[in-house]
């Protein structure tokens, strides 16, 4: 049975634009794991690479709500209707001050048997096939969340047409070419297991 809570695709395969909370369970029903009704020309829809995701994003996420963070929304190529998506994209609200001490990643590197946990420039590494090198929690989870401290001017490495620096929540309800307004999914927390 599908969910409702995330709406078909849009012209161009964007989510409509808004915000969709939902349960993991609830992604995992919804069209961007199970494809559109119509699969005529998504014939190809990964429907196991994309459930793959999701549990990926589960045990990331599930590792954010342990220490503290609620709010995690994503995005990418996984909230399009794209037949295999490389991978899902998303940023999470946290503390400026945990972010920026270290405390965030070393908490999160305590609970994730791979350390996967960092954004520091430094520690991307290539994957053939992609010309932009990657963060361990890419290469091990197929997953890429960034945090957010609202109003600190992170940079989402993301820029407008002008060429100015976007912080996530914009730069995530636009599709990167062309700027069109898009729909995202937050994940509803689910507590502490």
């Known amino acids: 049975m599908r969910t409702l809570k995330i ?11 808004g915000e969709y909370e939902v349960s993991f369970e609830e992604l995992r029903q919804s069209v961007l794991v199970l494809g559109p009704d119509d699969l005529g020309e998504f014939s190809l829809w990964d429907v196991d690479w994309r459930r793959q995701l999701v549990n990926n994003l589960e045990i990331l996420t599930r590792q954010l ?8 929304f994503v995005d990418g190529s996984f909230a399009e209707d794209n037949n295999h998506p490389g991978d899902i994209d998303g940023y999470f609200v946290c503390d400026f001050e945990s972010w920026r001490t270290g405390d965030l990643e ?5 609970l994730d048997p791979y350390r996967i946990w960092t954004w520091d420039q430094d520690s991307r590494m290539p994957y053939r096939g992609y010309s932009k090198e ?4 890419w290469h091990r ?3 890429e969340l960034y945090p957010y401290a609202p109003g ?3 940079d989402s490495g993301i820029r407008d047409r002008s060429g100015r620096p976007l912080e996530f929540p914009s730069a995530f309800r636009q599709s990167r070419d062309g700027g069109k307004p898009k729909g995202i999914v937050k994940l509803r927390y689910g507590g502490v297991q």
């Open 7 to 17: 709406p078909a695709f849009a012209s161009g395969g964007l989510l409509p634009p």
């Open 65 to 72: 709500w342990q220490v503290g963070v609620r709010e995690i």
């Open 106 to 110: 070393r908490k999160l590197n305590l």
């Open 134 to 137: 990657q963060l361990p929690m």
């Open 141 to 143: 989870y197929r997953v």
């Open 152 to 154: 600190r001017g992170i």
